[in-house]
């Protein structure tokens, strides 16, 4: 049975077809949106590992008793600690290797997920976690490509992103 009267052909879209095509435009646009800006995420993702990691690192530094310093290069980043642990040793004349901590989740040897990247650290001098409460102000500068991000220390060891 004819759905339509005589003479009228039936022409447009059903509302199915509408849908399907909205659902389409719908997931090639968040897929675009995802994909810009993905080194400037990497990037900030990068500051946010590293702020937690500065973190970990005072705390750990203040329950342990000895300093944790931060090494970096332009492929990625780990922390050291000197010295022997706290408490009686049979052998302490024996030079102790530097502990990379490596069994740590969150201290591990560590490469950017943002590639290659710069640094500029300031005030330029070796950045020492240790027993101190009180954290000296530091700007560390990350740069991957025109990508800039800055990971800012205030006095309280607070950490801002910007």
């Known amino acids: 049975m004819p759905t339509s009267a005589p003479g009228n052909s039936e022409r447009g879209f059903t509302l199915v077809e509408v849908l399907v095509v909205l659902v389409i435009v719908a997931i090639a646009a968040s897929m675009v949106s995802l994909s810009i800006g993905r080194g400037d ?3 900030r993702g990068d500051a946010e590992r590293l702020a937690d990691a500065f973190t970990v690192a005072q705390s750990e530094a203040r329950s342990d008793g000895r300093p944790i310093r931060w090494l970096a290069s332009g492929q990625g980043w780990s922390f ?24 740590d989740d969150v201290l591990r040897p560590q490469s950017w997920s943002a590639g290659s ?4 650290l300031d005030p330029d001098r070796p950045l020492i976690f240790n027993t101190e409460w009180v954290a000296a102000p530091m700007t560390l500068t990350l740069s991957a490509g025109e990508t800039r991000v800055t990971l800012q220390r205030d006095a309280a060891g607070r950490y801002d992103i910007q």
Do not use: M, S
Request: proline share 19%; net charge neutral.
């Open 41 to 43: 995420n990497r990037l």
């Open 80 to 103: 050291e600690r000197q010295g022997r642990p706290p408490g009686p040793t049979a052998q302490e004349d024996i030079p102790v290797p530097p502990d990379r901590l490596e069994h």
């Open 117 to 120: 990247v710069q640094l500029r």
